[in-house]
T-cell receptor
Framework: GENVEQHPSTLSVQEGDSAVIKCTYS??????FPWYKQELGKRPQLIID?????GEKKDQRIAVTLNKTAKHFSLHITETQPEDSAVYFC??????????FGAGTRLFVKA | ETGVTQTPRHLVMGMTNKKSLKCEQH?????MYWYKQSAKKPLELMFV???????ENNSVPSRFSPECPNSSHLFLHLHTLQPEDSALYLC???????????????FGPGTRLTVT
């Protein structure tokens, strides 16, 4: 069935360094790829998304890239700060009701 | 409270109990979702309702029974659960899943369920 693989499961970086999280999807019909951030004890919230007609999107310190041929998409966080520490989920959607989530990456930013 | 609210926030129940989780969205959205979040596992979609009609049932056991009386309210009725059903149950809503400009899902704070 459809699935989204996400790596790594845990990532620890020094404050100021960059963090990269990678995902692979299986359904070639997927056309929408959101990223959600879930801080400890809080609800997941959308931080950035990308659609299949775009290869890259940037919003301040975060950026997403999409390679449709390889079915890969990635989240890049530059100049990480302690408040970036959270669990990040990638997801894919074929344009309907079903969003498939990755297993999550727990990011630790050490001050 | 604005956005998506869920009650109760914590629930402990025995395997023979019957309980219900409630979700309410104040965003004017048309679609509502139930997800199960277990440790170290992806968010698992359970049910989707669009305009009060169930559109997805992701092979969820019958001991979980959803109800959507209107576009703003969603319930998850629980009965004869198993310990492995212990998890965080998240409700979410979105404006219109079939409208490409409004796929974003807004999540509630979740109900932490423990089955003893």
């Amino acid at each position: 069935g459809e699935n989204v693989e996400q790596h790594p499961s845990t990532l620890s970086v020094q404050e100021g360094d960059s963090a990269v999280i990678k995902c692979t999807y299986s359904d070639s019909a997927s056309n929408y790829f959101p990223w959600y951030k879930q801080e400890l004890g809080k609800r997941p919230q959308l931080i950035i998304d990308i659609r299949s007609n775009v290869g890259e999107k940037k919003d301040q310190r975060i950026a997403v890239t999409l390679n449709k041929t390889a079915k890969h998409f990635s989240l890049h966080i530059t100049e990480t700060q302690p408040e970036d520490s959270a669990v990040y989920f990638c997801a894919s959607n074929t344009g309907g009701f079903k969003t498939i989530f990755g297993a999550g990456t727990r990011l630790f930013v050490k001050a | 409270e604005t956005g998506v609210t869920q009650t109760p926030r914590h629930l402990v129940m025995g395997m023979t109990n019957k309980k219900s989780l409630k979700c309410e969205q104040h965003l004017g959205h048309n679609a509502m979702y139930w997800y199960k979040q277990s440790a170290k596992k992806p968010l698992e979609l359970m049910f989707v309702y669009n305009f009060k009609e169930q559109t997805e049932n992701n092979s969820v056991p019958s001991r979980f029974s959803p109800e959507c009386p209107n576009s703003s309210h969603l319930f998850l009725h629980l009965h004869t659960l198993q310990p492995e059903d212990s998890a965080l149950y998240l409700c979410a809503s979105s404006q219109d899943p079939l409208d490409a400009t409004s796929y974003e899902q807004y999540f509630g704070p979740g109900t932490r369920l423990t089955v003893t």
